[in-house]
């Protein structure tokens, strides 16, 4: 028997590749299908199975593609209503694969149709659960994301309460979990950094299975919860109906486009020029008008937060070789109309004699000087939470996630200085607000990390007084 986690940081999502006798089951594929299937062959294998743990929000599950390759039996689990073939499971269904079995445990609470894959080894142990967005490291899946009229995020933490308590509690302390999710998914509140863990240890220091009424969990799971990214519904729906083959969207994606090219898609089709170079190059030299999203960091959410349009067309700069990733990164969230790439990048369209712009940056050092002599106006693009632990005193809190909501917070005669935690959300926004005309934008170079370690740590300037 052969399990392997197959984790993606920019998502922060777990998919699990399975293997017994030379038979696989894939949990949770992400959208491009070729790492799965090169691993089988490599292990002389098949894939049997396609397990989906629920109809994901947070990204485009690649069950249609890989199914279609392969042959596999796609299989949710109860209540599913999938508008593609697929197996539907029932509660406590068992799957054999080679010389092991999986049982299907229905655990709705996240959504209707949450369920957790069990385990059993080839000695009838049982071994692991596969708990999807049921059960994470430190945490559980939000209840509010399957709210409907006649249910509301109350009701589903009931059901997930019951589940927990149910299915998953029962279980032997040395059953591994193996989540969905680790810390950075927007699918919970309180993720660990670890993504596997024993039952036990989960039953002792998880804050959602301790003992308590199911009065008091409801209350817990629901409080601090903020509205979940827009694109989330979107993605469910692909993820239930149907979307567009992947090779077809990367094919139509990478183009290179010739300057003359690039401009008249442009201009034809109103497409977003996303930027996803490294924030200090964006810094440099940039095309009028585009958004700066780095594929160095957290990029698919981003784009998902920010883009609110699936069917946005969409024209890109990439680092050379990097184009590939870059539409894949985009399709692994909904957004699957790239139409191409600027070949050569920023070099040939300032060979070409087109005008860029640039983005004023300041350091550290040279703004806490400034701060303390000057009358400065201060935004702060973290979320609501991380400015009230701390921030600069006289800086308004804009977070990037609601920035296309807050532009009227900017009066554009005035000079704003921008800073995050470490300077790649405050170039996100210093794009964006420039892209709509406040010229006036004053990045620092690496944020609130970089400030804590100038004289204003030292000082009364950071409001409340504890510092990172």
Known sequence: MKIIQLYTGCLAEAAYYIESAGEVAIIDPLRESEPYIKLAEINGATIKYVLETHFHAD???GHIDLAAKTGAQIVFGPTATPEFEAHIAKDNEVLILGRIKIKVLHTPGHT???STYLLIDENGKENAIFTGDTLFIGDVGRPDLAVKSDLSREDLAGYLFDSL??????LADDVIVYPGHGAGSACGKNMSKETVDTLGHQKQFNYA?????KAEFIAEVTDGLVAPPQYFPKNVVMNKTGYASFDDVLSKGIRPLSIEEFITVRETTEALI???RKKEAFAEAHIPGSWYIGIEDSFAPWVGLLIKNLEQPILFLADEGMEEEVVTRLSRVGYDNALGFLKGGIKSWLEAGHTTEKLEQINAEDFASKFETENLNLLDVRRKSEFDSEH???AENM???FILDNLSMVNPTHKYYIYCVGGYRSVIASSILQSKNFDNIVNIIGGFKALSTTSLAKTDYVAPKTML
Do not use: A, Q, Y
């Open 112 to 114: 209707m149709e949450s």
């Open 165 to 170: 308590h149910n299915k998953i509690l029962p």
């Open 274 to 276: 996303l930027d996803t």
């Open 209 to 213: 299975l301790r003992n308590m009424s």
């Open 399 to 401: 977070p990037l996630d």
């Open 392 to 394: 600069l005193t006289g």
């Open 59 to 61: 990204f485009v599950s």
